[in-house]
């Protein structure tokens, strides 16, 4: 089952893509903000009960809703269930666009118009950055939400779907980064801020949560990119990006295709503009970022969801012929 979700998942979100703001995403943003407003007491016990509420809470209603329609009406019914979960949680269009808009901005010359959307996606003042290092910023981020998006999901869904649970995986994955993400703004309402326990509890369940997905990720991009220049990125170079999950991610990256990545952050490089290279001493080897350089990070991407599909093909094929 797992496999047929996942690419028919894939299929209709390629086809039919959800809009970045709609009516789903805004109540499950809600509902984190709610219950975050609510639970929130500033204690750490307190904290992991408020994450378990927001996180677990839905979870565990997606897996009661998988199996009162896999037992009452059947296993299609169930199948479409695992589609709509993962048509909401899993997908290149709830970012691509804005990939795809700086990139043939680039194309036509209009640096101006990529970093005024590289800042509106960030939001973030970009200053005037130059050409390569809006590059460098958009393959980053790039990665990392393909990473967040795709992959991170496609693991959790996969692997649970082992033991009956893959709705569980798939949700409790995203709920997990899209809480640690909100907790650590101010609320729009009135512009407080969480508790630092609750933002401590929220950074470790997603530190936690993301720590084998992005090594299965790093490894992906790894044997469909240049095997071992991605190993050595992993093993000598994660440790110069701030967080130790997307530093795998981005070192293994950078490795498999030979390209600069890491160092200065989108706001400090700001500070000198007239510098071609902010990455100081903290950047990756490689070749300088260029556009023509986002051809093969999309190959790069589509490869690895392909690698993972016949995979997860093969284990379900084994799975029924045993």
Do not use: C
């Amino acid at each position: 089952m797992s496999f047929f979700a996942i690419l028919l998942a894939l299929v209709l979100e390629q086809a039919r893509p959800l809009n970045a703001v709609n009516v789903i995403y805004t109540t499950v943003e809600r509902w984190v903000a709610w219950v975050a407003r609510t639970f929130d007491a500033g204690v750490r016990h307190q904290a992991w009960i408020t994450w378990g509420i927001t996180v677990i809470g839905p979870a565990l209603v997606a897996m009661l809703v998988n199996w009162s329609l896999e037992w009452g009406l059947g296993w299609l019914f169930a199948v479409i269930w695992h589609v709509a979960l993962l048509y909401l949680t899993l997908g290149f269009r709830q970012f691509s666009h804005h990939f795809t808009a700086i990139r043939e901005a680039l194309e036509d010359g209009n640096e101006t118009q990529a970093r005024e959307l590289l800042a509106e996606w960030q939001q973030v003042q970009v200053g005037q950055i130059p050409r390569s290092e809006i590059v460098r910023h958009v393959i980053e981020y790039s990665m990392i939400a393909a990473h967040r998006h795709v992959f991170g999901v496609f693991f959790w869904y996969a692997a649970l779907s082992i033991i009956g649970l893959g709705p569980v995986g798939a949700v409790v994955y995203r709920l997990t980064e899209l809480a640690q993400r909100r907790w650590q703004k101010p609320t729009e309402d009135d512009g407080s801020v969480m508790s630092e326990a609750l933002q401590s509890v929220a950074s470790r369940a997603w530190q936690a949560m993301d720590w084998l997905p992005s090594r299965m990720t790093a490894m992906g991009f790894a044997i469909v990119g240049s095997f071992e220049d991605a190993m050595d990125g992993w093993r000598n170079h994660a440790q110069n990006f701030p967080d130790d999950n997307d530093g795998v991610i981005l070192a293994a990256t950078a490795g498999a295709i030979n390209i600069r990545l890491g160092g200065a952050p989108l706001q400090a490089s700001n500070e000198d503009e007239e510098s071609d290279n902010t990455s100081g001493g903290n950047s990756t080897p490689g070749r300088t970022p260029e556009v023509a350089h986002f051809a093969q990070v999309v190959g790069l991407v589509w490869r690895t969801v392909i690698m993972w599909l016949v995979l997860v093909a093969l284990l379900t094929m084994a799975n029924l012929v045993g």
